[in-house]
């Protein structure tokens, strides 16, 4: 059964140091999500791709945050620098049509 | 601003119990999503609820939705211990292929 996959699985970093995760969608989903999950929140969207255009980044802060999907396949999200309330899940999600497909998450924590 | 509420956020049950975790949304969104979340882990699709009066069902658990009252219902039924996870509520954000907006999860603990 193909799967969304995210590396790394686990992430500690200390604050103002830069990281990098990476999501690789189910084959042939042209639609690609990062959310951002708080522990005890729901996931709240960062940014959505179409194929390799940025559709939606209204919610990432860009002044740290950045993403990419170069050949609309695979996609990175980066922070740098990293701060503490930046501790956090990382999801993936992708789509053919409407229903979102997750990866196993990258957890985060800024020390 | 679109919201998903979810209630209750916390609910502790007996085995063997029945009870019913509710998600009101704001939107006219005709599809609405739910999701398992186990400690750690990440989401697991249960349920994608299309239409008006959509109801589906797993196992002990139903989902339905009536849209005209932006409601949408999961009823657990004869609760056991492998169902305690984290429940969450989803809507599209717009029409079409959109991202998802949560509510923020009911944490479901069944007990002996």
């Known amino acids: 059964e193909a799967e969304v996959a995210q590396s790394p699985r686990y992430k500690i970093t200390e604050k103002s140091q830069a990281v990098a995760f990476w999501c690789d969608p189910i084959s042939g989903h042209a639609t690609l999500y990062w959310y951002r999950q708080i522990l005890g929140q729901g996931p709240e969207l960062l940014v959505q791709f179409q194929d390799e255009s940025v559709v939606d980044d209204s919610q990432l802060p860009k002044d740290r945050f950045s993403a990419e999907r170069l050949k609309g396949v695979d996609s990175t999200l980066k922070i740098q620098p990293a701060e503490l309330g930046d501790s956090a899940m990382y999801l993936c999600?992708?789509?053919?049509?409407?229903?979102?497909?997750f990866g196993p998450g990258t957890r985060l924590t800024v020390l | 601003e679109l919201k998903v509420e979810q209630n209750p956020l916390f609910l502790s049950m007996q085995e063997g119990k029945n009870y019913t975790i509710y998600c009101n949304y704001s939107t006219t969104s005709d599809r609405l999503y739910w999701y398992r979340q186990d400690p750690g882990k990440s989401l697991e699709s249960l349920f994608v609820l299309l239409s008006n009066g959509a109801v589906k069902q797993e196992g002990r658990l139903m989902a339905s939705l009536d849209t005209k009252a932006r409601l949408s219902t999961l009823h657990i039924t004869a609760a056991v211990h492998d169902l305690s996870a984290t429940y969450f509520c989803?809507?599209?954000?717009?029409?079409?292929?959109?991202?998802?907006?949560f509510g923020k999860g009911t944490r479901l603990s069944v007990i002996a």
């Open positions: 989803a809507v599209d954000m717009y029409e079409g292929n959109t991202p998802l907006v």
């Open positions: 999600a992708s789509s053919a049509l409407f229903e979102q497909f």
